[in-house]
């Protein structure tokens, strides 16, 4: 039976409800010009939990926190011996974030909770919501790690290991915040994952589509390089003595930035994080350290990216006489969504008649580690302006509503199909 045929075309999750969540919670971190600053395991992050879980309990739930501290709101089902359906996203956020990035996927899954418990609806299966640990990756890299350890793709003394710029571990923050839980990390079925998101892209609002209908995540790869040279007087030393770190980083940038375009439209390449040292205006730099990230759904066309880059920084070491210091961070493959789970969210937009696309996910998400575990998809809305890891970060009640709608139906359908 469709979800049409169990609510009618008019059942809808209350749209100001959401609204008044998304904007209750972005109080907590608020910056100047209207975004948010929750960085992980924060004291301000430990504020959004323990309110995600308050009103994660005033809706009936159950609350779990496991060991990476990733929260589970469970509302049970008709028959809880079967994997629950999860839906959810992320609390913390990029230092100079939005109100919307993460956060409106965590509160549109409390949102369908509050919204079967208005239709007084219980599903089949158990359903939950999830808030993870750490998806930003701006306090402590890589991103996405808490998921990825769930997931399977990192192992827990990893995930507890990484340490920010102070030398805090994940692992003594979360005991700080209080959120170093018991429940097992894995060994439970999972029915299926479900993360309705902002696009942090252009093209929904651009082409006026009311849903992205996530088909794929591309292929991500982290490097951190450093460039080591010799400081020098900037004055007496002439030009052609001296082994310049920043001129040496200067032409990885530009080499970075080729790259993107050779592969262009798909690809991306961004050198988002450099240091300078010693950073001073009559000093020749001695030593710089960069950062670069690679993406693009084909992981052959990845490789190749990478290979040149590799070829780049040993051909501008030798150039300009550096040491060099490179690592490969992260790395994740390609990820093709469940096609069962795509169905479901199809199936909710053609109830709703919302106008949509098919899309891949430019950024990295939690879903893309689900996914090799659980079938999983994604629900994209468009962000204004396509602006998103920025204060000015905004997407319209209208489009929150009409994604958690997506979802309510998608869940349902998922979580009934037994």
Same mark, same amino acid.
């Given at each position: 039976m469709?979800?049409?045929a169990?609510f009618?075309?008019?059942?809808a ?6 609204w008044d969540?998304?904007m ?6 608020a910056?100047?010009?209207?975004g ?6 924060t ?15 005033d ?5 779990t ?7 589970f709101?469970? !509302?049970?089902g008709r028959?809880?011996?079967?994997p ?8 913390d956020s ?25 239709l ?19 306090r ?7 998921s990825g ?7 827990l ?14 692992g ?26 902002i ?15 996530v088909?794929?995540?591309q ?10 040279g010799?400081?020098?007087?900037a ?6 003595? !001296? ?10 940038v530009e ?22 040292h010693?950073?001073s ?5 001695? !030593?710089?350290?960069f ?8 992981d052959?066309?990845?490789a190749?990216m ?10 501008v ?13 992260w ?7 469940d ?17 949509? !696309?098919?899309?891949v ?5 939690d ?9 999983t ?14 204060e ?27």
């Open positions: 469709s979800t049409e169990k009618g075309t008019n059942v999750i209350n749209g100001s409800r959401l969540s998304l209750e919670m972005a109080k907590i971190g910056t100047p010009k209207g948010v600053c929750r960085l992980a395991l004291d301000l992050d430990k504020q959004s939990r323990d309110l995600f879980v308050r009103w994660c309990e809706a009936g739930c159950t609350i926190v496991d060991a990476i501290g990733n929260i709101a469970r !509302r049970p028959n809880n011996a079967l629950p359906i999860l839906m959810g996203s992320h609390l990029q230092p100079t974030g939005g109100k919307f990035d993460g956060v409106y996927g965590v509160l549109a899954g409390l949102e369908v909770v509050r919204t079967l418990n208005d007084n609806y219980q599903t089949e299966a158990p359903i939950e919501v999830v808030a993870w640990t750490n998806e930003e990756g701006s402590f890299a890589p991103a996405m790690v808490a350890v769930f997931a399977g793709t990192f192992d003394e990893y995930g507890l290991s990484r340490k920010d710029l102070d030398g805090k571990t994940m003594e923050e979360l005991a700080r915040i209080g959120y170093a839980g018991d429940a097992p990390i894995r060994g439970r079925d999972l029915g299926a994952y479900f993360e309705a998101h696009e942090q892209g252009p093209i929904l609002e651009a082409e006026d589509k009311t849903i992205g209908v088909t794929d995540c292929g991500q790869r982290w490097y951190e390089i450093t460039f080591t010799q400081e020098a007087h004055g007496p030393t002439p030009m052609s003595r !001296r082994r310049d770190a920043l001129l040496g980083a200067a032409r990885v080499v970075v930035n080729r790259i993107g375009l050779e592969h262009a439209p798909l690809a991306c390449a961004t050198v988002g994080l450099m240091q300078i010693p950073n205006r009559n000093v020749i730099p001695g !030593r710089v350290f950062t670069v990230d690679f993406r693009h759904p084909d052959a066309v990845l190749e990478d290979a040149k880059l590799r070829n780049a920084v040993t051909r070491a030798q150039e300009v006489g550096l040491e060099t210091e490179f690592e490969q961070i790395y994740y493959a390609p990820v093709k969504f096609a069962g789970c795509v169905d479901a969210v199809r199936g909710a937009v053609a109830e709703l008649g919302y106008s949509n !696309r098919d899309m996910s430019g950024a990295g998400h879903a893309c580690y689900l996914a090799r575990v659980t079938p998809s994604m629900i994209f809305i468009p962000c204004v302006d396509g602006i998103s890891h920025n000015i970060e905004h997407a319209h009640p209208e489009w929150c509503e009409a994604g958690c709608n997506v979802l309510l139906r998608a869940v349902v359908a998922k979580a009934d199909a037994t």
